[in-house]
């Protein structure tokens, strides 16, 4: 319970320090204006954390001292193997996305990220990918106005 307080106190700090930096942003008429973004996703991120905090708050404590965290067991369980692939995939993604474009990169960073937490099923990987992919690329290209890496070979 007190770590999910810290936790939602300092992102409701880390919020509003974020919101107040977009008020250094240079003004722009062309399409949405650069601090519409940052400005959403800081308001949404202090919302969650009251959320986070309340919920917390109105929490029963528990009767019984939850079990305790162990590096062992989240080593066994691969957890640490999977956090580092998934480092190791952001890179890649990062390295080839110039390359490859961004709906390929982002496609099959979105399928590697889903076969590392497990997923099996092809049909899944595969709509995760396509829908996933084509989604963002709608949003930044199409919405924001963002200039997104193409691939250039077709």
């Given at each position: 319970m007190r770590a999910d307080v810290a936790i939602g106190i300092l992102l409701l700090f880390l919020s509003s320090a974020m919101f107040a930096l977009t008020f250094t942003f240079p003004d722009q008429t062309v399409a949405l204006s650069p601090t519409f973004f940052p400005r959403l996703v800081?308001?949404?991120?202090?919302?969650?954390a009251c959320v986070l905090v309340v919920k917390a708050l109105r929490r029963?404590?528990?009767?019984?001292?939850a079990s305790t965290f162990s590096a062992a067991t989240w080593i066994r369980q691969g957890h640490v193997q999977r956090i580092a692939a998934m480092v190791a995939l952001g890179f890649v993604y990062t390295q080839v996305l110039?390359?490859?474009g961004f709906l390929i990169a982002t496609g099959l960073?979105?399928?590697?990220?889903?076969?590392?937490?497990?997923?099996?099923?092809w049909t899944v990987v595969l709509a995760v990918a396509i829908l996933g992919s084509s989604a963002l690329y709608g949003v930044f290209r199409m919405i924001f106005k963002v200039p997104l890496p193409r691939f250039d070979l077709f």
């Open positions: 800081t308001l949404c991120m202090a919302g969650l029963p404590r528990p009767m019984k001292a110039d390359s490859l960073f979105l399928a590697g990220t889903v076969l590392l937490f497990m997923e099996r099923r």
